[in-house]
């Protein structure tokens, strides 16, 4: 009869603490079991390690084991030219068809207006696809205010904010809530600007100094090239960034006095 005490959780865990710290001592269900040293079978790799002896390891680590081990296949031209004659004794398109018989295809249509040209898809990503190529993608999901992929931190509304906006990130919340600690007033967002191939959405508009304020982690290349194409366009518009830098500032003086700071 098994004893109620060998399945209580605090038992396991401490059972569970034991044979790690034996394990890393060399030493297994209370017997001496010492480690032994080797040395990495690969060339170019002098490192040793640890191992028990019934451990069939020969690396030091999985890079190298890959560096030896992938190195692929050698065939020797006898076997090449085996494999070659094998090839072309196959009837024209003999691939081909066995590709579309394993996996069918499904006809779409690009949803950019502009385009509506017809392609093929594996059927599992005809649930996903909806344009035929990334430049017909960028020409439509490249003018929306806010692309798909933005809001990767936390979006969602903030109560202590407004229940009627839906910030994008924690960075943008937080901003908020010390503009209304100084009293500053602001809006959400407010203006779209078109910037030829895309559209541009500050983050933040301040009536008072009528100016603009984007939040940004991090200005990759495509943040780049609408900020840049922004100013061109709209030189009397004053539009600041507050990027990582700026930003750990505002955290060290203001998130002490916000109760909400994320």
């Known amino acids: 009869m098994r004893l109620a005490f060998y399945d209580?959780?605090?038992y396991k865990q401490k059972q569970a603490e034991i044979t790690r710290k034996y394990w890393k001592l060399g030493t297994f269900s209370n017997l001496l079991v010492p480690l032994e040293k080797r040395q990495c079978v690969n060339q170019k790799c002098s490192e040793t390690f640890k191992v028990k002896p019934y451990d069939p390891?020969?690396?030091?680590?999985?890079?190298?084991?890959?560096?030896?081990?992938?190195?692929?296949?050698?065939?020797?031209?006898?076997?090449?030219?085996?494999?070659?004659?094998?090839?072309?004794?196959?009837?024209?398109?003999?691939?081909?068809?066995?590709?579309?018989?394993?996996?069918?295809?499904?006809?779409?249509?690009?949803?950019?207006?502009?385009?509506?040209?017809?392609?093929?898809v594996i059927p599992y990503k005809a649930k996903v696809r909806r344009y035929c190529s990334n430049k017909c993608t960028m020409q439509v999901v490249g003018r929306m205010t806010t692309s798909p992929k933005a809001a990767k931190s936390k979006p969602g509304v903030r109560s202590d904010i407004d229940p009627k906006i839906c910030f994008y990130s924690t960075w943008e919340a937080n901003i908020a809530r010390v503009f209304n600690l100084l009293k500053i007033k602001w809006e959400y967002s407010p203006t779209i600007f078109d910037i030829g191939l895309h559209t541009y959405r500050p983050d933040f508009y301040l009536p008072d100094s009528n100016s603009y304020i984007e939040v940004k982690n991090f200005m990759g290349e495509y943040s780049l090239m609408r900020d840049t194409e922004f100013r061109k366009r709209y030189p009397n518009i004053q539009l600041d960034i507050i990027s990582k830098k700026e930003y750990t500032q505002v955290e060290q003086q203001y998130k002490p006095l916000l109760d909400r700071w994320e």
Request: proline share 7%; hydrophobic share 35%.
């Open 57 to 120: 390891k020969k690396f030091c680590s999985s890079s190298c084991a890959a560096s030896v081990n992938n190195l692929g296949r050698h065939q020797s031209i006898k076997t090449r030219q085996k494999i070659a004659a094998a090839i072309k004794a196959l009837p024209p398109g003999y691939y081909q068809r066995i590709y579309l018989i394993k996996k069918p295809r499904v006809i779409l249509i690009c949803s950019n207006p502009a385009c509506r040209r017809k392609f093929a």
């Open 8 to 10: 209580n959780p605090s």
